[in-house]
């Protein structure tokens, strides 16, 4: 392998910027019978790595150069990164490549140390996730996920880049989204009995799902139907759950739902976009426990205005409330979020998930996924109460499930052997103007054999 300039890679280009965001030096690598020299800024750096035998056989000249490329950057700068030299967003998956070799869990973890460099608190967290979720990952091939996206909320938050817009002056455009989203959706159930397929498990996401108006929302949940499974539907802007809407998710067999504060600092809530307080956080959970839902709240750690000690009572308010999941997410400055161009990144972001990680009390983490541009390239993590995992986090997570999605930039899996996607039209009026087209287009993805 002989690379003039690192950016003629993807996976090694990833490494890179770990370390130097979007103003990576000129860096080359070249390879030679697992002899690697890396040239930073003029400085060469050259490691053999003939005799390291521990590396998995699949894709193990990719993995070398990325872990050569690693340690280069790490001699360089004198930094260290929680995830080593991975760059990929399901770290558990290598995780779980050592176990099918073989390997202990506490030989895994030493493998994700020595190997790929990860950081020992991170490894730790790979073994804990193995545990919860054994015999909550591989399921019989009849089963599959249900998806279904509501692209709308109340208001726009500044980190979002997920396919959503402002419900307010789009009720025309959000009655006919909702009439073809329940036709998609009795469409694709049909198929899924036809080809003796059977929901494992049901998931409304967004957007949020409950800014639709209570006829609009019920009729949605009546295309969906009883079923029989564990269900969530995403109700994560205290603003928009009612006791009605509460009621309209119990009436029609949601199991779960989401209650996503994001921090509990009212400073806060309001420089990212959100439209409700702490208080009415509150007032939506109770609304909701209540109703004897199991309950997920989201909490960002790194969000620019907030220190640790914001952090660290929002942790504490959520943990007081005992909800059976508590995702802590990393704050990612994403393409199409209106932070994504925002200078620098918040410092106490690793102290304040170490808090967590380190004050769980009950909880234990039970799935993780990575993105890009994450502040201080953490991670996300779910937390769960014991045996009240979310098994539709785990398998989508995981790709142990496949996925039947419906809504606009709904994107189904196929896992069969391998895995393959295919995404609906992202843009709202797009979703609309082309509807049937893709709609036969995913149906024939699910039925032809031919992959």
Known sequence: MSVNDIRNSTELYDVARLFFGDDTPEITLSENARAYVITIDGKRYAFDYGALADVPLAHVDGRLAKIALYDALNAHTGREMPWGALTGVRPTKLFYEALAAGK???QAVAMMKSVYRVRADRAEILRQIADAQSGKIFFPSDCINLYVHVPYCTTRCTYCS???APIGKRAAQAERYVELLCDEIDKSLKL???????????YIGGG???ALGDDLFEKMLDAIGDVGCEYTCEAG???TITASKVDIMRAHGVTRVCVNPQTLNDATLAAIGRSHTARE?????ETVKSRGFDINCDLIAGLDCET????VNSFEGIKALAPQNITVHSLSKKNGSVIRYDEGENSDAAAMTAYALAHLGEYRPYYLYRQKRQACNLENVGFSLEGKECVNNITTMEETVGVMACGAGAISKRVDGGISRFANMRDI????DRYDEKLRAKLDYFTRTDD
Request: with cysteine.
């Open 208 to 210: 949020t799902p409950t």
């Open 281 to 285: 956080f509150f007032d939506a959970y």
């Open 308 to 311: 640790e000690r914001d952090f």
């Open 429 to 432: 009026a797009l979703y609309i």
């Open 237 to 239: 802007r205290p603003d």
């Open 162 to 164: 997920f396919i959503s």
């Open 192 to 202: 899924l009995r036809a080809c003796g397929k059977r929901v494992l498990s049901a």
């Open 104 to 106: 202990t869990s506490a």
